[in-house]
């Protein structure tokens, strides 16, 4: 069964403490795995889409790494406006198939 | 959030009324899906549609739950006879024929009492 967890579930940060979130997936193939934000009532915000192990893309303080069984977001010197919950989810290849599978998110609190 | 919108933002119905969740997708975006987010719980897939076509309805319950996307107009989530379980967060989100990135709404927040 295909399948994204994600680690840890809540992490409290001082503001410029470095940090790396991590999502681990078991999948039949992987078509892309996404990043995404997700602030209290609202609807998740894109962040990167990584499609094949060694892949990196940044954005900001952010930068995302991907492996063939796992993928990190990494957060340089996290500010308090960094806080949220950070989602990962994979996309697989089959067919037709676009749904994504979702991990539970990390919740991250950046205390200025 | 790129454009997608979903109404109504809120919306609260007694147990055995029917909900209408709207959704008009990104400009230039042909595919929508539906996701649901219970608290505490992840985001679960519903259904796929195109215009006019379900593509994917594996994550739909069988019974009281319906979506289309007609040719004309927004994307539609029906739910009927609603029950207190039904309250949840329902996401809309679109994505280009080509592309993969999948863009989300708001969210339409529905409570049953």
């Known amino acids: 069964e295909d399948q994204v967890t994600q680690s840890p579930e809540a992490l409290r940060l001082q503001e410029g403490e470095s940090s790396s979130l991590n999502c681990s997936y078991t999948v039949s193939g992987l078509r892309g795995l996404f990043w995404y934000r997700q602030d209290p009532g609202k609807g998740p915000e894109f962040l990167f889409t990584l499609y094949s192990a060694g892949e990196e893309k940044e954005k900001e303080r952010l930068k995302a790494t991907l492996t063939k069984k796992e993928s990190f977001l990494h957060i340089t010197a996290p500010k308090p406006e960094d806080s949220a919950t950070y989602l990962c989810?994979?996309?697989?290849?089959?067919?037709?198939?676009?749904?994504?599978?979702w991990g539970l998110g990390t919740s991250l609190a950046v205390n200025p | 959030n790129a454009g997608v919108m979903q109404n109504p933002r809120h919306l609260v119905r007694r147990r055995g009324q029917e909900a209408r969740l709207r959704c008009s997708p990104m400009k230039g975006h042909s595919h929508v899906y539906w996701y649901r987010q219970l608290p505490e719980e992840g985001l679960k897939f519903m259904v796929y549609l195109q215009k006019e076509n379900i593509i994917d309805e594996s994550g739909m319950p069988k019974e009281r739950f319906s979506a289309e996307f007609p040719k004309e107009g927004p994307s539609i989530l029906r739910i009927q006879q609603v029950v207190r379980g039904d309250s949840a967060a329902y996401f809309c989100?679109?994505?280009?024929?080509?592309?993969?990135?999948?863009?989300f709404g708001e969210g339409s927040w529905l409570t049953v009492v």
């Open positions: 989810a994979v996309q697989v290849n089959a067919g037709n198939n676009r749904k994504l599978i």
């Open positions: 989100a679109s994505s280009s024929g080509t592309g993969n990135t999948i863009y």
